[in-house]
Nanobody, 119 residues
Framework: VQLQASGGGPVQTGGSLRLSCAAS????????MGWFRQAPRKERELIAS????????WYADSVKGRFTIFRDNRANMMYLQLNRMTPEDTAVYYC?????????????WGQGTQVTVSS
């Protein structure tokens, strides 16, 4: 699966952004797709995921209630709506896809998009 992320940029505390991820390639029906982020001097972490077929979502506690992941199956697009952002959300955000039920083994990655939240 080829993935292309976009939509990052600077935003002020309390603001919003929408990240987009365009997917192409083989069938997505058996995939889970998600957003990871990597802040400076921290490990990359999964913050939200969605199963492509059923649309079942999962969120990390750090973003639950503020971020929303959704997809448009017909357009082969995945999105992450980021609301009520804080400086702790500053990171490079990556979209990824992996085989469902495989604990994110060997994911395909999109390029990162930088999100910077100023106080």
């Amino acid at each position: 699966v080829q993935l292309q992320a976009s939509g990052g940029g600077p935003v002020q505390t309390g603001g919003s952004l929408r990240l987009s991820c365009a997917a192409s390639g083989r069938s997505f029906s058996n995939l889970v797709m998600g957003w990871f982020r990597q802040a400076p001097r921290k490990e990359r972490e999964l913050i939200a995921s969605i199963t492509w077929s059923a649309g079942t979502t999962w969120y990390a506690d750090s973003v639950k209630g503020r971020f929303t992941i959704f997809r448009d199956n017909r357009a082969n697009m995945m999105y992450l709506q980021l609301n009520r952002m804080t400086p702790e959300d500053t990171a490079v955000y990556y979209c990824a896809a992996a085989r469902r039920g495989n604990n994110w083994k060997d994911p395909d990655w999109g390029q990162g998009t930088q999100v910077t939240v100023s106080s």
